[in-house]
């Protein structure tokens, strides 16, 4: 038991750090460590993330885990994990690039054409054109194989109508991967297909959500006779669901970067404020849940930690690394209500500028019931565990071998 | 990286796993509880044999001289299977405290019988009702109850004040000489025996290097390997738990289908992988003797605990009724999670340790624990 690298992995750890030290964008390192992107500090956070893509794809340090041919680099899943971790606070700038380099990328890696892999993924590495992914309808969340959007061939396309939701910065993309409806006669898992589609396509009209906290990180997108050239397709017609897995299966591999849970944040809160017995951190009435999240918080990093490990042994991640999210979601929560309520009367003040440690426990409380949903809820996660990780039954599913358009509210 | 345990440890852990199969695993605690015994001498002898219970003792010591990351393994596998053996007293404890305070003399005294198992040892270091144990400069006053193990214990070391010290010192005392009254009292888990202990005028001498910190010294190391009984005991509990809900069937349905208990499965599958996560740190801690090691074993302590008393008690809620009976094996596991969670005092004490030791604590902290 060691946390040390092997000699191969401290030769790339050596040189990622020398390329860093040489390249990375010092003058924002405080503002990003303070605050990450919503730092004041850091006045165009669109013009720093492409700028900082932009030079890491110039030096081959994009998408590491991609082929050198398609903009990567060909690194081991371990040199992925080691550059994330020399990256630090730099990581944050890679906000745009999220979805497109963890989910569009590696699913057009698989499935897109010789072509298109070349056309497509070396400007997708490097930052040049965004990428979003539109998969969650509104009545196609935790069952997304439900979804409604149809597309039905015409001559060398396809004509899609619906409508999308959730779909982070679909507002920035100039692509994205869409799974849609193509055949609703078989089961809802049966009847779809993936393709890639250039997002400035005619009849595509993107509005901004409005989101509970106040804010707009997503997007509905609405599709009306939008024309997909049947070239696009990701996978056979029918298969969409297998490419789809692709997809999030993608996404569960990106482990390592580790859930904020807000413990450090409530760490630095309760060391700074003072209560009758001192700092609040020495307080005997709140000893018992500070401790039960510090085990929670620093669980959770160990456990990242023997997923790493297992990493550099060359085994695959497994579903048991749902534990994050799941975790880190109601940890959020419950940390942001339990500061305010340290605030009394000012924990219901939002403005940054008069609000107890800047407002930040209130915004964390906003936010949380997002963490909560997004990417797979807190239920569908301990149904992943109940079923994947421990053996139990599947859930009883009444429409999975039903035809789409024989359910009882089909589109 | 390798934060896991190497092949070898793993082979480790299969040999013990087999030896503790072969004495009958949860029914060797049984049989204590039964029979109202102090432990199974007979897994004790099988268990010195294969050099267990002396591998964290090094070979000058009689020990096999493996390694804490091994005796990790070997608890973690007594706690999955309850196993009823002095383990705590005479090894986490009194063989830990002689190698941390005692001479070269009380070693060799002492460590190669605690080794080989043919003395059993305790350590009495709190008061239930916080009483004192006075040393007067050549015998102990004072009472201490409960004590693991007290009742058989060949010896204790025993913490107490003095009137050049306010703060508990480790001494050894010969619990078979005069002055000495004993008595087994009842626990919340019969299989693990404790008893009051009285020292009256009973001849002691101080372990040579024992100082104001022994103490916490010690348990901090206790801690770590009574994580991982206490997450033998947790995974144990879950799986008795899962394979009940995949094999008893309502409403025309395993158990095991339904949401609710699915979730329930899934909670105590997350509260034992944290436990594990902080329970390897602490070993990689304690195995490095790291600067970190208070904040890391009491960080596995709490957790260890948290996990254990969840999944023995939501390991019952599964069983329903099943698991309130005193035939089914449920409630030796809530009782002896119950039992860990205490061993090493409040969880209070533990809880602000951990806080105390936070690596990214960024104020000075006025109380010291």
Redesign the interface.
């Known amino acids: 038991?060691?946390?040390?690298?092997t000699p191969e992995?401290a030769a790339f750890r050596k040189q990622a750090r020398q390329w860093l030290d040489a390249n990375a964008p010092w003058p924002l390192e405080a503002a990003l460590r303070e605050g990450g992107l919503s730092s004041p500090g850091l006045t165009d956070a669109f013009a720093a993330a492409k700028a900082w893509q932009k030079k890491k794809a110039e030096a081959g340090w994009a998408c590491l885990n991609w082929p050198r041919e398609y903009g990567g680099r060909g690194s081991t899943p371990m040199e992925r994990v080691i550059w994330s971790q020399e990256e630090g606070p730099f990581a944050a700038l890679s906000w745009l690039f999220t979805i497109g380099h963890g989910m569009c990328g590696p699913t057009m890696i698989a499935y897109a054409s010789e072509q298109q892999k070349r056309r497509y993924l070396p400007a997708l590495a490097s930052g040049e054109e965004i990428w979003c992914q539109l998969f969650s309808e509104p009545a196609a969340g935790s069952d997304l194989a439900g979804l409604r959007t149809r597309a039905q061939r015409h001559g060398d396309d396809w004509i899609v109508n619906g409508q999308k939701v959730w779909t982070s910065g679909a507002h920035l993309s100039q692509f994205g991967i869409i799974l849609v409806r193509t055949d609703p006669s078989v089961p809802k898992h049966q009847g779809l297909t993936m393709f890639f589609l250039d997002m400035r396509s005619p009849g595509i009209v993107i509005k901004p959500i409005r989101q509970a906290n106040g804010r707009s990180e997503f997007n509905e997108v609405f599709l009306s006779d939008v024309r997909i050239p049947d070239a696009q397709r990701l996978g056979a017609p029918g298969q969409g669901w297998q490419v789809s897995l692709t997809t999030l299966m993608n996404e569960r591999l990106s482990i390592g970067s580790g859930m904020a849970t807000g413990f450090?944040p409530l760490?630095?809160y309760c060391?700074?404020a003072r209560g009758p017995?001192?700092?609040l951190?020495?307080d005997?009435a709140l000893?018992?849940r500070?401790?039960?999240w510090?085990?929670?918080s620093?669980?959770?990093?160990?456990?990242a930690?023997?997923a790493?490990?297992?990493l550099?042994?060359g085994a695959t991640p497994g579903p048991?690394n749902s534990?994050g999210k799941?975790?880190a979601g109601s940890m959020q929560q419950e940390i942001a209500s339990f500061v305010l309520d340290l605030q009394g009367e000012s924990g219901i003040v939002t403005d940054p500028a008069q609000a107890p440690a800047d407002g930040r426990f209130q915004a964390m409380l906003l936010r949380a019931p997002a963490t909560r949903v997004e990417g797979g809820t807190d239920?569908i996660?301990?149904?992943i565990?109940?079923?994947r990780?421990?053996?139990?039954?599947?859930?009883?599913r009444v429409d999975k071998d039903v035809p789409f358009n024989a359910l009882d509210s089909p589109a | 990286m390798d934060f896991d345990f190497s092949e070898e440890q793993m082979q480790l852990r299969q040999a013990v796993r087999k030896l503790l199969g072969h004495h009958g695993d949860v029914q060797a605690a049984r049989r204590v509880l039964e029979c109202g015994g102090d432990y199974d001498a007979q897994l004790w002898r099988a268990m010195s044999g294969m050099g267990l219970p002396g591998a964290a003792i090094a070979a000058d010591h009689g020990g096999s001289g493996l390694g804490y990351l091994e005796l990790c393994v070997i608890a973690e596998e007594l706690g999955r299977s309850l196993a009823p053996v002095p383990m705590l007293s005479s090894i986490y404890l009194a063989a830990e405290i002689i190698k941390l305070a005692g001479s070269s003399t009380q070693k060799m005294a002492w460590l190669p019988a605690l080794a080989a198992g043919t003395k059993i040892g305790t350590v009495a270091f709190a008061g239930a009702s916080g009483a004192a144990m006075h040393f007067d400069g050549r015998v102990l006053r004072g009472a201490y109850f409960p004590v693991a193990d007290g009742a058989i214990a060949d010896f204790a070391i025993v913490f107490a004040r003095s009137a050049d010290c306010n703060r508990p010192r480790p001494f050894l005392v010969d619990l078979q000489g005069a002055g000495v009254r004993r008595a087994r009292i009842e626990t919340i888990d019969p299989t693990r025996p404790h008893a009051r202990l009285e020292l009256d005028g009973a001849a002691a001498e101080p372990l040579a290097q024992g100082n104001d910190d022994s103490l916490a010294c010690l348990l901090d190391r206790v801690a770590v390997m009574l994580a991982f009984e206490q997450i033998g005991g947790a995974e144990r509990a879950l799986t008795m738990a899962r394979d009940y809900a995949l094999e008893r069937v309502a409403f025309g349905r395993k158990i095991g289908s339904f949401q609710a208990v699915k979730h329930l499965l899934a909670d105590m599958f997350v509260s034992v992988a944290l436990a594990r996560g902080n329970a390897f740190y602490a070993a990689w801690a304690l195995d490095r003797d790291a600067a970190d090691l208070p904040c890391a074993a009491a960080g596995a302590h709490v957790s260890a605990s948290k996990a254990f008393r969840h999944c023995a008690s939501n390991n019952i809620q599964v069983h329903g009724g099943t698991g309130f009976t005193w035939e089914f094996d449920c409630h030796l596991f809530y009782r002896r999670a119950q039992l860990l969670a205490l061993a090493l005092g409040q969880p209070a004490y533990w809880e602000a340790r951990l806080l105390r030791h936070l690596p990214n604590r960024t104020a000075p902290s006025v109380a010291a624990v």
């Open positions: 038991m060691n946390f040390d690298d992995e450090e760490i630095d060391c700074s017995h001192g700092a951190i020495d005997p000893r018992s500070l401790a039960d510090a085990i929670r620093l669980g959770l990093k160990y456990t930690m023997r790493i490990s297992a550099s042994r048991e534990i799941l975790v239920e996660l301990r149904n565990i109940a079923e990780v421990l053996g139990l039954p599947a859930d009883i």
